[in-house]
T-cell receptor
Framework: GENVEQHPSTLSVQEGDSAVIKCTYS??????FPWYKQELGKGPQLIID?????GEKKDQRIAVTLNKTAKHFSLHITETQPEDSAVYFC?????????????FGTGTRLQVTL | GAVVSQHPSWVICKSGTSVKIECRSL??????MFWYRQFPKQSLMLMAT?????????EQGVEKDKFLINHASLTLSTLTVTSAHPEDSSFYIC?????????????FGPGTRLTVL
């Protein structure tokens, strides 16, 4: 089955700096790669996603890049703010139907300090 | 975006009792819903896929007789933890994908924290 690795496990940046989180996946058939933000005691919230036919996607301060050849994708957060502090999870799935399972990475705890 | 709710948000029960958790898609119909379990400081682990009108599909190592799933309607799936024990204490989260071909996004509920004494 699919295996998703995520690094780093913890990341501390100063407010205004950029943060980068990286994930690798094992199954070359994976074609959908979402990123979720999870605050303490809450469910994951989708913040951005990318499909295998796209190399990069940006939404304001957040961007995701995908390298299919190397089977890795990254989350980039620019101009970080204290409210960006949370746990971020990458995930990967195969298929285009509604029954596609997500395989999650191990998570990155991001702390943005003042 | 699509909204998924869960009830209750937290529950405390005695060992040996059963607990039911509800997952609802509020503004869309979901023929499939997913149930995850998350232990403290760990990732989400898929437990089972809930299918409307048919049996749930369980992941390897998940006891189907212990974690009963019923997807009775297009907007409601329930997870019942039977004969709960302290090791079942965890954060249970459901998700549902919005309908439509080519869409494999999943929207997650707020989670239910189960504590078994």
């Amino acid at each position: 089955g699919e295996n998703v690795e995520q690094h780093p496990s913890t990341l501390s940046v100063q407010e205004g700096d950029s943060a980068v989180i990286k994930c690798t996946y094992s199954d070359s058939a994976s074609n959908y790669f979402p990123w979720y933000k999870q605050e303490l005691g809450k469910g994951p919230q989708l913040i951005i996603d990318i499909r295998s036919n796209v190399g990069e996607k940006k939404d304001q301060r957040i961007a995701v890049t995908l390298n299919k050849t190397a089977k890795h994708f990254s989350l980039h957060i620019t101009e970080t703010q204290p409210e960006d502090s949370a746990v971020y999870f990458c995930a990967a799935s195969i298929g285009t139907g509604t029954a596609s399972k997500l395989t999650f990475g191990t998570g990155t705890r991001l702390q943005v300090t003042l | 975006g699509a909204v998924v709710s869960q009830h209750p948000s937290w529950v405390i029960c005695k060992s040996g009792t059963s607990v039911k958790i509800e997952c609802r898609s509020l503004d869309f119909q979901a023929t499939t819903m997913f149930w995850y379990r998350q232990f403290p400081k760990q990732s989400l682990m898929l437990m089972a896929t809930s299918n409307e009108g048919s049996k749930a599909t369980y992941e390897q190592g998940v006891e189907k007789d212990k974690f009963l799933i019923n997807h009775a309607s297009l907007t409601l799936s329930t997870l019942t933890v039977t004969s709960a024990h302290p090791e079942d204490s965890s954060f249970y989260i459901c998700s549902a994908p919005p309908p439509g071909q080519g869409k494999n996004e999943q929207f997650f509920g707020p989670g239910t924290r189960l504590t078994v004494l």
